[in-house]
């Protein structure tokens, strides 16, 4: 008997002490990434990876070469909470506060669209079209600053122009500007209404969702400013009114750069050549029509 009180009072020590035991840096990381991936989370060992390392201000490298590594009580708090926010579908750019954009660090908030990878396309074929040398370029809804900032940054000769209705927006914008050391005029207003031509290019990437198409949206979206993504109707109510001012912004041989849903082209090209404007639109790297560029006809 008194054996068998001492070996569950040892028993009882071990299953205590046991629980005590921090975890690891590793076992921490798979279990996060298995429940990412069981919320939806697409990539979510990378994902996991790039939070982990955010929180614990290591590199991605470091994570593996501390991967025995045991996590005190505040730290496990502190990942459990940002992967908390990952699983409830908050994108990974706001739980982080960035986004690299054409190698560019953007900061990003609710107040504005996380930039994606068809908009750097989007930079891209400006790049290409647009001859190097002093030339005017405007940003129509520039968001977080990112096609504006990443123009600027590959041309600084050009004189780049940004603009934007959200006043909440062009202050992470401004922000992103000062903080990077990249020379962009903001200004505050409704498309490109207090904008004084002309340009040799106008980018805009414009809120286009169609009301019908609410329903079929990543549940990501939810987090993003409704502003940016919804401006009613079919979607097009935005893009027409600029390709409407696009005669009097454009230099007689300058361009209208348009991002838009992938069904949204020939509706596009239709209002332009009813405005008088030639059209031609261009798939993105995924075979999708997204980019249409707009000219004096």
């Known amino acids: 008997m008194c054996y068998g009180r001492i070996q569950r009072s040892c028993c009882r020590r071990a299953r205590a002490d046991n629980r005590r035991v921090p975890p690891t840096l590793m076992d ?49 708090e502190r990942l459990r909470a940002v992967v908390a926010r990952r699983g409830r579908r908050e994108p990974l750019a706001y739980v982080l506060g960035n986004q690299d954009f054409r190698g560019l660090v953007l900061t990003v908030s609710p107040a504005v669209l996380v930039p994606r990878p068809e908009t750097e396309e989007l930079v891209d074929l400006v790049l290409r079209e647009l001859p190097t040398g002093l030339v005017r370029v405007l940003d129509v809804g520039t968001g977080s600053g990112a096609i504006a900032l990443a123009l600027k940054h590959a041309r600084p000769e050009w004189d780049v122009h940004a603009t934007d209705a959200s006043a909440e927006a062009l202050e992470v914008a401004r922000a992103n500007a000062q903080r990077l050391g990249i020379a962009v005029g903001f200004t505050h ?18 809120p286009y969702i169609a009301e019908d198409e609410r329903g079929l949206c990543d549940p990501e979206l939810a987090f993003e400013p409704t502003q940016a993504l919804f401006p009613g109707g079919d979607g097009l109510s935005l893009i027409r009114e600029l390709l409407a001012d696009a005669p009097r912004l454009l230099t007689a041989t300058g361009a209208l750069w348009l991002e838009h849903g992938f069904r949204q082209g020939a509706a596009i090209r239709s209002s332009a ?17 997204r980019f249409t560029v707009v000219r004096h006809g």
């Open 273 to 289: 050549q009813a405005t008088g404007l030639s059209a031609t639109s261009f798939m993105d790297s995924q075979g999708h029509e």
């Open 28 to 76: 921490l990381l798979q279990r996060s990434a298995t429940w990412l991936q069981g919320k939806g989370v697409g990539n979510a060992r990378r994902e996991t990876e790039w939070l982990f390392a955010d929180a614990l201000q290591l590199s991605r490298l470091e994570l593996y070469t501390r991967f025995d590594m045991p996590l005190e009580p505040p730290e496990v």
């Open 189 to 206: 207003g409704h498309l490109a209404q207090h904008c004084v031509g002309p340009f040799a290019a106008v980018v805009a990437n414009l």
